[in-house]
């Protein structure tokens, strides 16, 4: 099988938006509530895929009315091209998905194909990080600040070009648990800004390699710097957050 780039989007049209993931799928539920709600222009997610039929993920986007599917083979990325493309899809997001993308993917989909990492890379990443395994390794080798990237994917574990990066302090007593729920926290404010941007072409992977644009924030001089990783899920809207991150992360 000949493999095809996706279609690019019309940007006056919702970006299709496919998501694999191969877990409980929190930072998927937070992408279908967000392209899901009321407003949302950019984008609209039309196929779920995992490696694990018994991925929370699945169930997730099934009571969502997207479809799904098991894939037979990770390692066949023809077959997954050849899905992506029968499902219409122009950008695809990886969101908690363990397995290495095929270069078959990764070929067809450049430039539209995005992973999420609870790290600041380049460090804690690669193969084998995942999970607990680096909020564990972030403790075991003393680092005060660890975070979350985004960033498009290439043919290598968690080495694509970064799109955005948010940081989480580490406290004192910290536990992987402890420290994962805080960065997942930021995880689910984080992505849907992400993959907002690039579906709507605010941000874009140049011929350069480089990342290019920036997310349309509101910016305010006013919010404390560290309240986005150490508030629950409740006491924060994602607009404070897409202040925090404008202001002290401009592009």
């Not at 999420?116 to 395994?133: S, T």
């Not at 960033?151 to 420290?179: E, K």
């Not at 072409?201 to 349309?216: C, I, K, R, T």
Request: a neutral charge; proline letters at 8%; charged letters at 15%.
């Amino acid at each position: 099988m000949n493999t095809h780039p996706a279609p690019r989007h019309h940007p006056s049209s919702p970006a299709r938006i496919a998501v694999l993931a191969s877990g409980g799928g929190s930072n998927l539920q937070v992408l279908i509530d967000h392209f899901g709600g009321a407003g949302t222009r950019t984008g609209r997610i039309v196929w779920v895929g995992s490696d694990k039929a018994t991925a929370g993920a699945l169930t997730r986007a099934a009571s969502a009315g997207v479809p799904t599917a098991v894939l037979a083979d990770p390692r066949d990325g023809e077959a997954l091209v050849a899905t992506l493309q029968a499902a219409g899809a122009d950008l695809l997001v990886l969101a908690g998905y363990l397995k290495l993308i095929p270069e078959a993917v990764v070929r067809a989909f450049h430039g539209r194909l995005m992973n999420i990492h609870p790290a600041l890379l380049p460090a804690f990443g690669g193969a084998g990080m995942y999970g607990q395994r680096i909020h564990a390794a972030v403790l075991e080798h003393g680092a005060t600040v660890t975070g979350v990237t985004v960033h498009f994917v290439d043919a290598h574990y968690d080495r694509g070009p970064i799109i955005a990066q948010w940081p989480v302090p580490v406290l004192p007593g910290d536990t992987p648990a402890s420290l994962g729920a805080r960065v997942l926290r930021t995880e689910h404010a984080l992505l849907p800004l992400c993959v907002d941007a690039v579906a709507s072409g605010a941000v874009a992977l140049g011929e350069d390699g480089n990342v290019h644009g920036q997310v349309a924030v509101p910016v305010s001089p006013t919010t404390a710097e560290w309240r986005f990783g150490l508030v629950p899920d409740t006491a924060g809207a994602a607009a404070a957050f897409a202040s925090e991150w404008a202001r002290l992360f401009p592009r």
